[in-house]
């Protein structure tokens, strides 16, 4: 639809395009040389001091032709359309729209203005050392805490809007000379065959780019936190902002990426390297016992030295329930105590831990529902879990796969699951990268520096190779080491 030079006609057309929407400001004004106009703009979403002090009073006061505005107001974005769709679209991004009598052009200006949650640390991957700062719902707010790591005109910004009905900015970021192009022609790809209503989180994003959609492991890493970000893009990777949330995606991923955190790199490398081998052995523990205590118990007690097992059946005797039934009723009991505590308010989300651990687990023991070893062993699977958090939507459900097998089948069972899980976990890729590399394929040099274990940063001489092998050279080795 065509701008009218009838600023009435403009005022009609708007309002249709909003179907009279009650949150749709038309002001009406004239200036002093008689020429009448209309501001239109959505409530909420601008400045309005900025508005009436640098938009308004000045037009009012000394504009005499409308080719003129861009001499008259004192800001400086403005734009000159000839479609009132465009600027229709241009009103939900908290943008002022400006019609003249008899001129058939439209103007935006840029004051948008809204309330947003300040800059503050993230729930997720809290850390001892390193930044404190994490992203919010604002994308450009992201940006800019992006920008501030890394200073660089190298970094590029790539702007997309998904989302017939919200609209959705996307932004794209990445290094150019760093990033893998072929991963970011595919992400350019995924993202343009996206057609759908709405993209309220970043979760759309990644359920619908992702590589595995059937798999239980994610092969999209989602961030809360700038370094993290400007690390994984320098190593050649592709970030993905949304607006409205304050996780960002990044692409490929790797399964090693959920044994590292920010602060592995701020900490000495021997310390960092025995964290990450703790939350290996936090994986196995968290996905395997379970099973491998119903297996023993009911199909191998030869494996279990006697005083141990003589202590177990002591501490069973009254039990009701079999040893897989209160194995699966305890950690189905784990994970209601652990939603409840995190969808509660932080005040009595630890009231209910609090509940769920003493008063339940004890009471659960003396009334001989649950035997004690049981409770141990569900306790350590809890805190093992707590280690590695991003992998908590996996192990929740292979645990539970690998008990029941252990249940049916005893240790065979357990392998049997074991080998069907690692030959799932080979077969998939990220954007082109293998998701178990460096593992599988084998790659010994990014084994042994970054993956068990954190070599010294002056021994990381290059990014690794399966996600970038062009601009492989990340640094010079300080002189002497």
């Known amino acids: 639809m065509m701008i009218s030079k009838k600023v009435d006609q403009n005022k009609l057309n708007i309002s249709d395009i909003f179907h009279n929407t009650s949150d749709l400001i038309i002001h009406e004004f ?47 974005q403005v734009k000159e359309m000839d479609s009132m769709e465009d600027i229709a679209t241009q009103l939900n991004y908290g943008k002022v729209a400006l019609f003249f009598e008899g001129n058939n052009m439209g103007y935006t200006i840029e004051l948008n203005q809204w309330e947003k949650r300040a800059v503050e640390e993230p729930n997720s991957g809290a850390v001892v050392r390193g930044p404190k700062e994490g992203f919010i719902e604002d994308i450009v707010t992201n940006k800019s805490l992006l920008r501030r790591k890394i200073r660089s005109s190298n970094l590029i910004f790539e702007d997309y809007t998904l989302g017939k009905q919200t609209n959705t900015q996307i932004s ?58 400007a690390g994984k893009i320098l190593e050649g990777r592709v970030a993905i902002f949304v607006d409205g949330t304050p996780h960002v995606l ?43 205590f119903v297996a023993l118990q009911l199909y191998h007690q030869e494996m279990i030295p006697t005083v141990l097992l003589i202590s177990m059946a002591g501490a069973r005797e009254g039990v009701p329930l079999p040893v897989v039934l209160e194995t699966l009723l305890m950690i189905i009991v784990l994970s209601l105590i652990k939603e409840s505590g995190l969808r509660l308010p932080k005040n009595f989300g630890s009231t209910v831990g609090i509940v ?3 008063i339940l687990g004890e009471s659960a023991v003396r009334a001989g529902i649950v035997s004690g070893v049981t409770i141990i062993i569900v306790s350590i699977v809890a805190i093992s879990e707590f280690i590695i958090p991003e992998m908590v939507q996996s192990i929740a459900l292979y645990r539970i796969i690998i008990l029941l097998l252990g249940s049916f089948a005893g240790l065979y069972g357990i392998t049997c699951g074991f080998m069907v899980i690692t030959a799932q976990i080979v077969s998939i890729d990220s954007f082109g990268v293998p998701y178990l590399w460096p593992l599988a394929p084998m790659d010994w040099q990014g084994t042994k520096k970054d993956v068990f274990v954190r070599a010294p940063l002056w021994r990381n001489i290059f990014r690794p190779r399966a996600i970038e092998r062009r601009n492989i050279k990340r640094q010079t080795p300080p002189w002497g080491k």
């Open 356 to 358: 769920g651990a003493l």
């Open 250 to 292: 990044t692409v490929p991923r790797l399964i090693v990426e959920g044994f590292m955190t920010s602060e592995d790199y701020y900490l000495r490398p021997y310390f960092a390297s025995f964290l990450r081998i703790l939350r290996v052995i936090s994986l196995i523990l968290t996905i395997y016992l379970p099973g491998v």
């Open 30 to 76: 004239e200036t002093n040389f008689g020429i009448r106009a209309i501001a239109c703009y959505i409530e909420g979403l601008i400045d309005k001091n900025l508005m009436d002090r640098d938009v308004l009073k000045p037009l009012i006061s000394g504009l005499n032709k409308p080719k003129n505005i861009k001499k008259i107001i004192f800001v400086s």
């Open 172 to 229: 794209l970021a990445y290094i150019k000379g760093i990033v893998n192009e072929n991963v970011l022609k595919e992400v350019r790809k995924r993202l343009g065959g996206i057609d759908i209503d709405s993209i309220l989180e970043s979760g759309y994003i990644e359920e619908l780019i992702e590589d595995s959609p059937l798999s239980l492991f994610t092969t999209v890493s989602n961030i809360e936190k700038p370094d993290v970000v």
